[in-house]
């Protein structure tokens, strides 16, 4: 008797224990861990190695066509953490007080056109280079303009809203990605999030151009500052990364050894912790392009910096068992070391002195000194048109007499 009420007492315990331990909080292995964190490390240093070779061929393409660029001033910078700030907290409330599904959905559609812009974006010269060997060049050299201009202005100028050239590489791009879109509409699958996700690094390291160094300080800055509040502060960050439906983010199952491709314990890192630093390492890559040395001191340096505070920044959360602001350690060791390197080869004031496009802030410059010289004319004009009617009144009394 005594054995069978401490069998039923052993079975009870067992499956209170089960029950705890599918209702707690999931627990991955070392193992699991250590492949889910080193895949996303290794994820989010290829959009920043590419992306950043990209965007100097990017800028040499835009000095040679004359193209003009658009950079981020330092006034943008400033604003960039205030901006995000008011979007982040308007999408925490609107997860609040609305079905989490139905903004999803939006959202869903919206990123789901942009990803195929993104992907097709990053397949195009690799798919146009295998086209170029496939099909006959009277084909192959087929090419299409799509162009929609507004409507012209009182001074008779107009503005294209839309002025795309494109060739059977990129319909084929397009229907792919369009494919792999329906997929990640479909499924969710954590394998099409990663490579639209990877595609919105990509562009923004490559696109995303910051025209000094001091902007660039100014930028990281204010979004440690930003993702220091907002982590540490309130719930609001961790609140809308896990509520955001959306190839935003970098994930990799934990539980990935166990389950596969079928996975759903996820670690994750947001895109704005690899693009922010990636657009100031790419920045540090093109001014390691002026000096004209054997070795990309800066940019290296900064790259190293930033796999050590990615690094750092997954050991202590893992340690704390609390969501980390990646940025706390990111722009510390992306901004320090290289500057640090800079000042010890004594290339500090040559790297502040950098700019991507001087004409740009040459230009604004100009632009001001236009307006305040047409008012400065307008002002000296007004007298003389009041004193010209007396003149010449004057004169024809001389002549009448």
Known sequence: MADTVGD??????????????????????????????????????????????????????QKESGEKPETMTQKDAAMFPVIASGALFGLYIFFKLFSKEHINLLLAGYFFILGIMALAHIMSPSMDRVLRKVLPPKLYKWEYHLNFRACPTS????????????????????????????????KKHWVANNL?????????????????VATGCILLGGLFIYDVFWVFGTDV?????????????????????????AGSKFAMLGLGDIVIPGIFIALLLRFDSTLKRKTHVYFTSSFIAYILGLGTTI?????????????????????????????????????????DHPAVEAGEK???????????????????KRRSPRINSSQDGKKDK
């Open 8 to 61: 039923v007492l052993a079975q009870v315990n067992e499956t209170l224990q089960d029950a705890k331990n599918e209702t707690g909080k999931y627990r991955a292995t070392p193992a699991g861990m250590a492949v889910a964190y080193s895949s996303i490390i290794a994820m989010a240093l290829l959009p920043i190695v590419y992306g950043s070779y990209k965007s100097v061929t990017h800028q040499q393409k």
């Open 155 to 186: 001074e008779g100028e107009t503005e294209d809203i839309i002025d795309y050239h494109f060739n059977y590489s990129d319909v084929i791009c397009w229907v792919c990605c369009a494919l792999l879109g329906v997929w990640y509409l479909w």
């Open 196 to 212: 639209f996700g990877m595609a919105f690094a990509i562009n923004g390291v490559e696109l995303l151009h910051i025209n000094t």
């Open 237 to 261: 960050m961790v609140t809308v990364a896990k509520s955001f439906e959306a190839p935003i983010k970098l994930v990799f199952p934990q539980d990935f050894l166990e389950n596969g491709l």
């Open 315 to 355: 050991f202590i959360m893992m340690y704390f068992e609390h969501a980390q602001p990646a940025l706390l350690y990111l722009v510390p060791a992306c901004v320090g070391v290289p500057l640090t390197v800079a000042l010890v080869l004594g290339d500090i004031t040559a790297m502040f002195k950098y700019e």
């Open 366 to 384: 100009e632009v001001e000194d236009d307006v305040d010289d047409k008012q400065t004319v307008k002002k000296a004009s007004e007298p003389e």
